[in-house]
């Protein structure tokens, strides 16, 4: 019994370990665009990033590698001089490429702003925003 804890102990810690991978400055500041259009963007290169995504015999959890995966593309983006990344494939094996873009003002795949209040009525209306998704958590999208 006391033999098997001790076996168990270091995967159920490793369960909710994030493996050191965190923001850095900056990274909030890039955005991730899931299927948006960037072709207004400057096409900065790729980025492959890769953590792991098994521990032995066991997988990690998949939304785990895959926000770790989103942290070090953000980081990366960062010293790239980036803004705005696009996934390339699902991850495989705990890697995933990633293209990386220069975009300025122009944020890709949104709609654009309401107009201003009093502006002219000759102006037509801007179509109201996309309804917000999921309350603050990430969301993927599925395939």
Not at 4 to 22: D, F, K, R, S
Request: charged share 15%; aromatic share 6%; net charge neutral.
């Amino acid at each position: 019994m006391r033999k098997t804890l001790l076996l168990l102990a270091p995967i159920v810690l490793l369960g909710g370990c994030t493996w050191g991978i965190n923001p850095t400055p900056g990274s909030a500041n890039v955005r991730t665009v899931w299927t948006g259009d960037v072709s207004g963007c400057r096409d900065l290169g790729k980025i492959t990033v890769s953590v792991t995504d098994h521990v032995g015999p066991y997988d990690r959890n998949d939304i785990k590698v895959r926000d770790e995966l989103q942290v070090q593309a953000r980081n990366s983006a960062v010293d790239m001089r980036a803004d705005t990344i696009k996934p390339l494939t699902d991850p495989v094996d705990g890697s995933q490429p990633w293209e990386a873009y220069f975009c300025g003002n122009q944020v890709a795949n949104q709609p654009p702003p309401p107009p201003i209040q009093g502006a002219s009525a000759q102006q037509p209306q801007a179509a109201p925003p996309p309804p917000q998704q999921g309350g603050g958590f990430q969301t993927y999208p599925t395939h």
